[in-house]
Nanobody, 132 residues
Framework: QVQLVESGGGLVQAGGSLSLSCAAS????????MGWFRQPPGKEREFVAGISWSDANPYFLSTYYSDSAKGRFTVSRDNAKNTVYLQMNGLRPEDTAVYFCAADVLRLRVPPPLTTDDYDYWGQGTQVTVSS
């Protein structure tokens, strides 16, 4: 059973930085399509960033960002730790949301898809609050 556990959320002032982590366990396929989503209060869950790779080709990596994340957020992964990261810089009050990690470990999707229906597994979420 695939499990995703996020960590790293918290309270930060506008302009500050946070780094989120998503530790994946139970993945046996060696194929990873991982996404970061967020859900602001009272709004729909939205795509933030995604990353895709395969253990069969260590030189291949695909990333994709929402317009709001481009230039401020960076998604990365540590193969050895089965962990995906979201480094968030220049945070704004409108970035306040619960952030979720999601995974499709059966298909290598290039670029990572933007819709929630494309992911099979979800973490529990971590709260990010940006104060003005």
């Amino acid at each position: 059973q695939v499990q995703l556990v996020e960590s790293g959320g918290g309270l930060v002032q506008a302009g500050g930085s946070l780094s989120l982590s998503c530790a994946a366990s139970g993945v046996t396929s060696g194929t990873y399509t991982m996404g970061w989503f967020r859900q602001p209060p009272g709004k729909e869950r939205e795509f933030v960033a995604g990353i895709s790779w395969s253990d069969a080709n260590p030189y291949f990596l695909s990333t994709y960002y929402s317009d709001s994340a481009k230039g401020r957020f960076t998604v990365s992964r540590d193969n050895a730790k089965n962990t995906v990261y979201l480094q968030m810089n220049g945070l704004r009050p409108e970035d306040t949301a619960v952030y979720f990690c999601a995974a499709d470990v059966l298909r290598l999707r290039v670029p990572p898809p933007l819709t929630t229906d494309d992911y099979d597994y979800w973490g529990q979420g971590t709260q990010v609050t940006v104060s003005s």
